[in-house]
């Protein structure tokens, strides 16, 4: 029978200079979709229509911080979408299970969005990662 994990203790991770570095306050996170995109190809003698897979898409992760403008990781992820450089990211997950499940994959932080600026709020931030190229799960 499955275990049911619990989300908590989550991490995702960053590589700084060679070094995994976690992302701190992490709110939530959304982990990327792999998807199969489809090529018609239908002819003219078909009687139904026909498609063919082309090659998987990774997607994109999302996630919520509570935004610490002078953390290391936030000023990282930060300065990397400000930077819109041509070099991918290395990022890991890791998942609280027993043993310790990762997925580790090459991404562009494609966005990121601070938020939670009002009177009433906490600083938080939203950030897109587009995976580039395969995931690999240990």
Not at 50 to 68: A, C, F, I, N, Y
Request: hydrophobic share 35%; no cysteine.
């Amino acid at each position: 029978m499955a275990n049911k994990i619990k989300a908590l203790g989550t991490l995702l991770q960053v590589s700084i200079s060679g070094t995994y570095t976690t992302i701190a306050q992490r709110a939530s996170i959304e982990p990327a979709a792999v998807e199969i995109d489809m090529k018609e190809t239908t002819e003219l003698d078909s009687t139904f229509v026909e498609r063919r897979p082309t090659l998987p898409d990774p997607g994109d992760l999302m996630v919520k911080v509570w935004l610490d403008p002078n953390d290391v990781g936030h000023k990282y992820l930060r300065d990397s979408n400000a930077a819109a450089s041509s070099t991918a990211e290395s990022f890991k997950l890791i998942f609280p299970s027993s043993p310790t499940s990762t997925a580790t994959f090459a991404g562009y932080v494609q966005s990121y969005k601070p938020g939670g600026i009002d009177p009433k709020g906490y600083l938080e931030a939203d950030i897109k990662i587009q995976l580039s190229g395969p995931i690999t799960w240990s």
